[in-house]
C-alpha cells in the first residue's frame, strides 16, 4: 500500500509511514497498483504523439448506448412514414390512393373530392388523347406533334313541313254563314271552306292539291273515301252552309286592275289579290294560270300588308291604289322577322313558280 500522505510504499501493517512519520491507521486501504515506470525523456519536437481522444461519458456501459442507438433510429423512421401516410390521406381522402393513383371513396360516390385549400379552374383536363401526345413529346423533343382529328361540319337539317291548325271558317259547322263571312273570299278560298264543312266528318279527297291542304291540318283524320261518304252525316247548318258557299263559288268575280303595268291586269278581291295569304297556306290552286306580273303582285302583296314600300315604281303605284295599304317603312329598313311562319312559307310557294 501507498502512504497518502508522501505516497511511498509501506508495508501491511504499519501504523506509521517510516518516510514521513504519518498515520496510517485511518486511511482506508487501498488495492495494490503496481506504479508504471516512467519513460525516459524523448524529443518531443522530433516525435510527437497526440492525445488520445477523449471517450464520451455515458449514464449506462458502452454496449447498452449501443444498443440504443438503431432503436432510435427506426422510431425515427416509424414516425416520418407515419406523417407521410397521414399526408396522403388528408391530400387524397384514400389511405393508399397516393400509391395507387385509386379514387377516393367521395369520388366513387359520384361526388368530386376537391382540397378547399386548391383553387378551382374552367379548363377541362385533356382527353387521354390529349395526354397520350404530351407524354409522346415530353419523352422525344424532337418528334412531331400527332396531326388532330378535326370533325367535319354536320350540316343542318332540312326543316319539315310545318302543321297548322287552321280553319277557314271555324263557325261553318255552328251558325249559318253571312256575305260578310265570305266578302274577301276567292273562289278557291270558298272551294276549301265547303270542303272544310266535309273535312270534319273525316272524309277524303279525290284533287291532290285539296287532300295535300287538309292533311296539313293536325284537326284531319281522313277515313271516309269519296265515294263512300255521305251527306246525311251533316247537320241542317252545315248544309245549308255548303250551298251557300257553293252559289257564292259559281259567281262570285272579282274586281279588274290594271295598275302601274298596262300589259297586264290583277283580279283583286276586296282589294287583295290573294286574301288569305296571310293566315293559310297556299296551294297550287291559288296561283294556277297567273302570269308572272301577277304572281310578283301577290307575293310582294303579303310584304305591303307590313307597310313595306318599294323601289319599283309600277309596283309602288299597284299598291297605291288599294284602299287598305299604307306604306310606311322603305325597303332597305324592312324586317322579315315581322312575317308569320305562313307568310314565310307562302312567299317561298310563291317564288317558286315566278
Known amino acids: 500500500m501507498n502512504c497518502p500522505n508522501c505516497g511511498k510504499t509501506v508495508s501491511e501493517g504499519q501504523k506509521f509511514c517510516i518516510a514521513c512519520g504519518g498515520s496510517l491507521q485511518d486511511t482506508p486501504q487501498q488495492p495494490h497498483v503496481h506504479a508504471q515506470p516512467v519513460p525516459p525523456a524523448q524529443n518531443t519536437q522530433a516525435q510527437s504523439v497526440p492525445p488520445a481522444p477523449k471517450q464520451p461519458t455515458y449514464l449506462d456501459s458502452p454496449k447498452k448506448a449501443r444498443r440504443k442507438t438503431p432503436v432510435l433510429l427506426a422510431a425515427l423512421v416509424v414516425v416520418l412514414l407515419a406523417g407521410v401516410t397521414l399526408g396522403a390521406w388528408v391530400g387524397t381522402g384514400s389511405p393508399f390512393g397516393w400509391l395507387a393513383g385509386l379514387p377516393s371513396p367521395a369520388q366513387e360516390d359520384g361526388e368530386d373530392a376537391v382540397s378547399s385549400s386548391a383553387p378551382l379552374e374552367d379548363t377541362p383536363a385533356p382527353s ?35 302543321a297548322t291548325d287552321y280553319y277557314i271558317l271555324p263557325q261553318s259547322a255552328q251558325r249559318l254563314l253571312v256575305y260578310n263571312d265570305i266578302a274577301n273570299f276567292t273562289k278557291q278560298d270558298m272551294m276549301l271552306a265547303r270542303n272544310e264543312i266535309y273535312a270534319r266528318h273525316g272524309r277524303k279527297f279525290s284533287d291532290e292539291d285539296v287532300r295535300s291542304y287538309f292533311e296539313a291540318q293536325t284537326w284531319y283524320k281522313g277515313t271516309v273515301e269519296p265515294e263512300a261518304f255521305s251527306a246525311s252525316v251533316l247537320s241542317d247548318i252545315e248544309q245549308a252552309n255548303v250551298e251557300y258557299l257553293k252559289l257564292h263559288e259559281d259567281g262570285q268575280t272579282g274586281i279588274s286592275q290594271n295598275v302601274g303595268n298596262s300589259n297586264n291586269t290583277v283580279v283583286t278581291y276586296g282589294g287583295y289579290m290573294i286574301p288569305q295569304s296571310s293566315s293559310r297556306r297556299l296551294t297550287y290552286a ?32 299597284y299598291f297605291n291604289a288599294q284602299s287598305w295599304y299604307s306604306g310606311t317603312v322603305d325597303a332597305e ?22
Open 128 to 162: 387521354s388523347a390529349l395526354a397520350s401526345s404530351a407524354l409522346e413529346a415530353a419523352a422525344d423533343p424532337t418528334a412531331a406533334p400527332s396531326p388532330t382529328h378535326t370533325p367535319e361540319p354536320t350540316p343542318a337539317p332540312t326543316p319539315a313541313p310545318v
Open 286 to 317: 291559288d296561283i294556277a294560270g297567273l302570269s308572272s306580273w301577277q304572281l310578283m303582285i301577290a307575293r310582294n302583296e303579303i310584304y305591303a300588308r307590313h307597310g313595306r314600300r318599294f323601289n319599283d315604281a309600277d309596283i309602288q303605284a
Open 333 to 354: 329598313n324592312f324586317d322579315t322577322s315581322w312575317l308569320s311562319s305562313v307568310e314565310i312559307y307562302n312567299i317561298d310557294f310563291i317564288q317558286s313558280y315566278e
